[in-house]
């Protein structure tokens, strides 16, 4: 329920700026001599609001809108929504930078439009591939070289599909991973669909295994369940507790810890049974885990929930991402001492489905010993594909 009333406050304070941006089209419409236009369009454009809040009214009233009518819409509303505010902040600049109200160029005033219709068609589903070479103090030899490859944040529900997750999927076997992660968030909202997750997740071959933790929305949708269902698919799923990998006769401790948002995150109990000096991978949906990881000498944490923002400028600087509200650990890599962090922008999308300088992603972790890298070699190499 208290979800609900958050994403119902978040539409009711988004109305502001959809309001201002119908006003606008409205007045211009009924200038060019279209005022039937005026009136209609930016009362449907307002009124796309009604069946986004049946969608996160659904549980309650039942409301089920059909898959493709519910896309459509959600395109279409996101598009608009995010639009919107975009021109709000345009209008509010160009009317300082003019001193007083004046009218925008047509090009101008479509332009933010445009840029969110981008996020939504494209941004939102063009998975990138992330290349990082990660420096691990202890690294034993047999696992130099090893790949990871994680993924996170799949979201799977009505808007990230059974198809969206078979791509997906296929993209991840690609790289033919020595073991494959993936850091919570596997589904949206319903252990409904928990099991097209799990049977993508299982879909792509690991030599050493498939690991996952849970995230928060896999603790609202409820952890058993969607822990009942990897399992079954054959990916162990670490709730508090590591197992010893093998490799070339070496051997590496992978753990796992549940949410804190929804859950209980024992890092202690995470690490209980790794033999002493043992390097060690963690698995934490929530990256804010990392420095009590730190204390307790985690070599790597794996994590995600950031999304990296959705909208951001992280080409410019990943500080500049609405993530930075809830965690200093925005996307990328980071490093304090002999611990290193990564955090995966995550390859599905939540409501408002796009992404805006922070496309979603599939990792590829190549684990080295630190001895062997500089610290110019320890940042993440960007791949698009």
């Not at 279409?76 to 345009?90: Q, V």
């Not at 369940?225 to 401790?253: C, K, M, T």
């Not at 549940?258 to 060690?280: F, N, Q, S, V, Y």
């Amino acid at each position: 329920m208290r979800r609900v009333r958050f994403f119902i406050l978040l539409l009711g304070l988004t109305l502001l700026p959809q309001l201002l941006a119908a006003g606008d089209l409205t007045r211009w419409l009924a200038s060019e001599g279209q005022l039937a236009l005026g009136l209609s369009v930016p009362a449907l454009l307002v009124a796309l609001n009604l069946p986004m809040l049946a969608e996160v009214l659904r549980r309650r009233l039942r409301v089920s809108l059909p898959r493709v009518l519910a896309a459509f819409l959600q395109t279409l509303w996101t598009a608009w929504w995010l639009g919107s505010f975009f021109y709000a902040f345009l209008r509010m600049g160009w009317t300082v930078a003019h001193l007083g109200s004046a009218p925008m160029p047509i090009w101008l005033c479509l332009a933010p439009f445009a840029l969110a219709l981008y996020g939504t068609l494209f941004g939102a589903r063009v998975l990138r591939r992330e290349r990082v070479t990660v420096p691990v103090a202890g690294l034993p030899a047999g696992w130099r070289g090893a790949r990871i490859v994680q993924l996170s944040d799949l979201h799977s529900g009505r808007h990230v599909t059974r198809q969206r997750l078979a791509a997906i999927a296929r993209r991840a076997a690609k790289l033919a991973p020595d073991v494959l992660v993936v850091t919570g968030d596997i589904v949206h909202n319903s252990p409904a669909f928990a099991r097209q997750a799990a049977e993508a997740i299982a879909s792509i071959p690991a030599k050493y295994g498939a690991y996952a933790c849970l995230g928060n929305h896999d603790f609202w949708a409820g952890a058993d369940a969607v822990d009942s269902e990897l399992q079954r698919a054959g990916v162990q799923v670490l709730r508090n507790r590591g197992v010893l990998l093998e490799r070339g006769g070496d051997r590496l401790w992978l753990c796992g810890v549940d949410d804190p948002w929804g859950g209980r995150a024992d890092i202690k109990a995470a690490l209980r049974g790794r033999p002493e000096g043992t390097a060690t991978v963690l698995l934490s949906h929530q990256p804010n885990t990392w420095p009590r990881a730190q204390e307790l000498g985690v070599e790597l944490q794996l994590s995600g929930h950031t999304h990296g923002g959705q909208v951001a400028l992280l080409w410019l600087h990943r500080s500049l991402s609405l993530a930075r509200l809830i965690t200093p650990f925005v996307a990328g890599l980071y490093r304090a001492g002999r611990s290193y962090l990564y955090v995966n922008r995550g390859a599905g999308t939540v409501m408002p489905m796009v992404r805006l300088g922070a496309r979603p992603e599939v990792t590829e972790l190549t684990l080295v010993p630190a001895d062997e890298v500089t610290d110019d070699l320890a940042l993440p190499a960007h791949a698009a594909s």
